[in-house]
């Protein structure tokens, strides 16, 4: 897959479609807020600052530590 023009949201939203998890299926296996979530994807909200944060999500989208979707997802953000 390429990332090279995909905004941080849109790489999010598509590794949680990847998952096979809706948004609220997502939010709700991992205690997060659906709002705040789409405001994620969808780019309303910037991309989380906190490198604990970013490795939380990272982890919840089982991105593999040290994987080239891993850098991505660090870059983007």
Known sequence: MS?????FGEFF?????????TLRQ???????DPGNISKLERGLWPPPQSRE????????????????DWYTFFDLA
Request: charged share 40%.
């Open 26 to 32: 997502f939010c709700a296996d991992n205690k997060l």
């Open 53 to 68: 944060i970013l490795e939380k999500y990272a982890n919840l989208l089982k991105i593999k530590k040290g994987s080239d």
């Open 3 to 7: 990332y090279e023009n995909k905004n």
């Open 13 to 21: 939203k598509e590794r949680r479609i990847t998952l096979g998890k």
